[in-house]
């Protein structure tokens, strides 16, 4: 991750701070995912009868692009010099957009909104992410994380 001195975070609010490379979202991590949650929904496991579906294919379930997030915003995500640690502080919001189609390939756009010092030395920053879906003009969702970082 990207670091900048914290008396410049607010340097970058308002920014694009950039895309992540394409990520397949292949069959195989659907199935994990179902595994890990136990949501064995037909649509998302099953491709015999999810063809049959307005979508003609199995979509990955909205919380698994979800998930995503945190992989993807790795590289891309600023965080003050001297981090000590970084916590998922929660979401402001969350819109799902549309499904993912099996095979399809993601990246998330991260623009940073706001970088707020809550107390000495822990600051929450809070970014915009974009899940685009390749070929497609409408993206997966929309949603505004929140980090709490502590310096």
């Not at 970088?115 to 685009?132: I, M």
Request: proline share 7%.
């Amino acid at each position: 991750m990207p670091s900048v001195p914290v008396a410049e975070l607010n340097n970058y609010v308002g920014k694009e701070l950039g895309r992540s490379a394409w990520l397949t979202v292949d069959q195989q991590r659907i199935n994990q995912f179902a595994e890990c949650t136990g949501d064995h929904q037909f649509i998302h496991v099953d491709p015999v009868k999810a063809k049959q579906t307005p979508f003609g294919s199995t979509i990955a379930h909205g919380f698994l692009s979800l998930s995503l997030m945190p992989m993807l915003m790795e590289d891309i995500m600023i965080m003050p010099e001297g981090l000590k640690m970084a916590v998922n502080y929660g979401l402001d919001s969350l819109r799902f957009i549309q499904p993912v189609k099996v095979d399809s390939k993601v990246r998330l756009v991260v623009t940073l909104t706001d970088a707020t010092e809550k107390n000495p030395g822990q600051w929450l920053l809070k970014a915009r992410a974009v899940l685009e879906i390749e070929g497609e003009d409408k993206p997966a969702y929309v949603a505004e994380p929140l980090t709490l970082c502590f310096v």
